[in-house]
């Protein structure tokens, strides 16, 4: 468990630097490998091969967005609070709606 809070902290962290509604483009940050264990690790791992960038909405929201066999639009939202975190499906491609 502390590592998934460290994990967490770490993004937050990171994400926190910028200000609300920034988005860090991937790949080769570690925002965005951080943000893709943290989906995986929620159980969305075949929804998520690639992540293409990281947008802080707020100190205890992220915004996921990930792709499949090159294809966008797998949508996440990263949420914080004081048991640690959650992902929650915001959209998916409409081919895979």
Not at 36 to 57: R, Y
Request: aromatic letters at 6%; proline letters at 2%.
């Amino acid at each position: 468990m502390k590592i998934i809070k460290t994990t967490v902290l770490l993004i937050i962290s990171t994400a926190g630097m910028a200000h609300a509604a920034d988005t860090v483009t991937c790949p080769g940050t570690v925002t965005c490998e951080q943000s893709k264990t943290a989906v995986w690790d929620k159980g969305f791992k075949e929804d998520c091969a690639e992540v293409i960038s990281v947008t802080k909405i707020s100190n205890e929201r992220l915004e996921i967005e990930c792709s499949v066999n090159n294809t966008k639009g797998w949508r996440y939202a990263l949420i914080v609070n004081a048991d640690g975190y959650d992902i929650q499906q915001l959209s998916k491609p409409e081919k895979m709606k």
